[in-house]
């Protein structure tokens, strides 16, 4: 098993930024890559960023491409999510989760490990 707890979230005014940590514990080894999604009251949950434990190859959707920036810290075993320029539409719970390969990074179902998730707002 793998145990994920994301922290960092808040509330912001809108151009602002947030840094968001998700802290992996236990059989870590048994996973390849950790990805971001988010979900907003009344809508499905979204990706947003993933990145590959061992090469640090990174993608992101394109609705926060050029604003956040996904990172790791292979030994603290820790990824990041630096949000810039938050907008009120990044106002979600953003989930944190791993799994193993790096196919169909955008797709939830493709991971096996999720965060209890961190709430993220946005003011006007």
């Known amino acids: 098993q793998v145990q994920l707890v994301e922290s960092g979230g808040g509330l912001v005014q809108a151009g602002g930024s947030l840094r968001l940590a998700c802290a992996a514990s236990g059989r870590t080894f048994s996973t390849s890559a950790m990805g971001w999604f988010r979900q907003a009251p009344g809508k499905e949950r979204e990706f947003v960023a993933a990145?590959?434990?061992?090469?640090?190859?990174?993608h992101y959707a394109d609705s926060v491409k050029g604003r956040f920036t996904i990172s790791r810290d292979n030994a603290k075993n820790t990824v990041y999510l630096q949000m810039n320029s938050l907008k009120p539409e990044d106002t979600a719970v953003y989930y944190c989760?791993?799994?193993?390969?790096?196919?169909?990074?955008?797709?939830?179902?493709?991971?096996?490990?999720w965060g209890q998730g961190t709430q993220v707002t946005v003011s006007s």
């Open positions: 989760a791993a799994r193993s390969g790096w196919t169909r990074v955008v797709v939830s179902r493709e991971y096996d490990y």
């Open positions: 990145i590959n434990w061992s090469d640090g190859r990174t």
